[in-house]
């Protein structure tokens, strides 16, 4: 009975381990195209989506816009993928990937709009 109460244990402790650490590892803060640049792991940098114009690419399979960031920098994010719907409506864009040359290859787009439960005066 003891020995099956510790692989017991032994078993939830390594799950918890193993989650915790894919937990840390799916985490990362916001950062600067700056900071990213410098980085050799995916990152997320949220920023405003610069002239709300979308190109696509690679026969549709793919999208590209200019996304600035906090510090006003202006970079291409190329995404190999469909545009989300509701990009043309975002207030921000945080966007998860890396630099590949002098572009942002984004892996995940996330779009941020604003509330459809605001007061129709208080929207920027």
């Given at each position: 009975?003891r020995r099956r109460?510790?692989?017991?244990?032994?078993?939830?402790?390594?799950?918890?381990?193993?989650?915790?650490?894919?937990?840390?590892?799916?985490?990362?803060?916001?950062?600067?195209?700056?900071?990213?640049?410098?980085?050799?792991?995916?990152?997320?940098?949220?920023?405003?989506?610069?002239?709300?114009?979308v190109s696509?690419?690679?026969?549709?399979?793919?999208?590209?816009?200019?996304?600035?960031?906090?510090?006003?920098?202006?970079?291409?994010?190329?995404?190999?993928?469909?545009?989300?719907?509701?990009?043309?409506?975002?207030?921000?864009?945080?966007?998860?990937?890396?630099?590949?040359?002098?572009?942002?290859?984004?892996?995940?787009?996330?779009?941020?709009?604003?509330?459809?439960?605001?007061?129709?005066?208080?929207?920027?």
């Amino acid at each position: 009975m003891r020995r099956r109460h510790l692989i017991g244990i032994i078993i939830v402790v390594l799950a918890i381990s193993f989650c915790g650490m894919a937990l840390r590892d799916s985490l990362s803060p916001y950062v600067s195209f700056a900071e990213a640049r410098e980085s050799t792991k995916i990152v997320q940098v949220k920023g405003d989506f610069v002239d709300k114009k979308v190109s696509l690419w690679d026969e549709g399979r793919g999208i590209s816009f200019f996304l600035e960031d906090e510090e006003g920098t202006r970079v291409r994010v190329v995404y190999a993928g469909a545009a989300p719907d509701n990009i043309s409506h975002a207030t921000s864009v945080v966007v998860a990937g890396q630099y590949q040359g002098a572009d942002f290859l984004a892996e995940r787009i996330l779009v941020k709009c604003p509330s459809k439960y605001q007061v129709e005066g208080d929207r920027q």
